[in-house]
């Protein structure tokens, strides 16, 4: 007997769900709740009849995908960026976005995220969680800094949050007891939002070891730049590596390629797309500048990098000395060092790659 597929969108709110089929173009609007979901499923469905779903990423956690996949049918969750947009529509609704969504569907236009099991959803969040307080911590420095500033007291050392800076704030005194008030209390922020960072890598690190893709951590830390957090992160954010058939996927999907606007005979380039993750973007930005430095293996990094495989050990050694030489040559040539760090980011991009090519994460529970 043939099957028949129904294509349906889902326009999804904190309190309703837009529902459209593209089939029949019936469309309507449900409850927010796991049974009123369930009931759809059933409504919808019968003997013969195959349900595809899909809706955009949101706010909303992937709790209805892992629903929808529980009652037996199939479900898209779509990168709102990747939404398909006509310029001269002028008109939203929740209604229109479930029927273009369904219509689009049906047409094979929609390409899916990457879905991660919980654990993996649960050690993103803890990620984020740090990178969040580590925002915090830095706009807490920031404000102390900019308050002495603001009253002319200038620190006469190499660099900020040394010894020697926490030893001349103490050294701080201001004749007002509110403006006193205010320095103690910034410099608390400062302790609180460090302690918690610590607090949450400690946590990553725990996390890490009884992790599916701990082998794969452990891997990335064979290259220069990428040590424990850093590469939680990017496995983290990124997720299975494997699904990206070579680098030049990878690269575009980070954001790290060039935008371009050619047509006829012009060709015009411009800066980096941005789009993808950012927070794995923003890792191996950070990791390229550790280039800028001679190609050497020094000892924390031999520590590192112990017991990892000889063919893992070999393709950091080979990251190191092309990527050295690309930015001392970049640098030379005048090239502004933001520039030259985002080109050593994409190339590190295709060396991570080509690790997670070579480890095989542990089988999904």
């Not at 909303?60 to 709102?80: A, D, M, N, W, Y």
């Not at 015009?268 to 973007?281: C, F, L, V």
């Not at 495989?309 to 005048?334: D, E, H, N």
Request: glycine share 10%; hydrophobic share 40%.
């Amino acid at each position: 007997m043939e099957r028949r597929i129904k294509f349906i969108g889902l326009d999804v709110h904190k309190e309703t769900i837009a529902v459209a089929v593209a089939e029949d173009g019936r469309d309507g609007a449900i409850a927010s709740t796991a049974e009123a979901v369930r009931r759809l499923v059933a409504r919808l469905g019968g003997s013969g009849i195959e349900l595809r779903f899909c809706y955009e990423a949101g706010p909303f956690g992937l709790g209805l995908h892992r629903q929808l996949r529980k009652l037996g049918t199939e479900c898209l969750v779509i990168s709102p960026s990747t939404m398909p947009r006509r310029p001269g529509d002028r008109v939203k609704t929740d209604r229109r976005d479930a029927v273009t969504m369904a219509r689009l569907l049906r047409a094979g236009e929609l390409a899916g995220i990457w879905i991660p099991d919980e654990k993996h959803e649960a050690i993103r969040d803890l990620v984020r969680a740090r990178r969040t307080a580590k925002d915090d911590l830095k706009r807490a420095k920031l404000g102390l800094l900019s308050f002495m500033l603001r009253h002319e007291r200038r620190f006469g050392g190499r660099s900020h949050w040394t010894k020697a800076h926490w030893r001349w704030l103490g050294e701080q005194a201001f004749d007002s007891p509110h403006q006193q008030l205010v320095v103690e209390e910034l410099k608390q922020r400062i302790r609180e939002g460090d302690a918690r960072c610590q607090r949450l890598e400690a946590a990553l690190a725990e996390a890490v070891d009884g992790w599916r893709m701990a082998p794969l951590v452990r891997a990335l830390q064979g290259l220069r730049g990428l040590g424990l957090v850093a590469s939680t992160v990017l496995v983290a954010e990124i997720g299975g590596l494997r699904r990206f058939a070579n680098p030049k996927q990878l690269m575009p999907w980070l954001g790290l390629v060039p935008g371009e606007h050619s047509s006829g005979n012009r060709t015009r380039r411009g800066g980096i797309t941005r789009t993808g993750n950012a927070q794995a973007r923003t890792i191996l930005i950070e990791a390229g500048w550790c280039y800028r430095h001679k190609a050497r293996e020094e000892r924390r990094f031999l520590e590192r990098c112990e017991g990892l495989p000889a063919a893992v050990r070999a393709i950091g050694w080979k990251a190191q000395v092309p990527l050295c030489q690309r930015f001392r040559r970049m640098s030379t040539a005048g090239k502004p060092l933001p520039k030259v760090t985002t080109a050593i980011a994409r190339e590190l991009a295709g060396f991570v790659w080509d690790i997670a090519r070579q480890v095989d994460p542990a089988p999904a529970a």
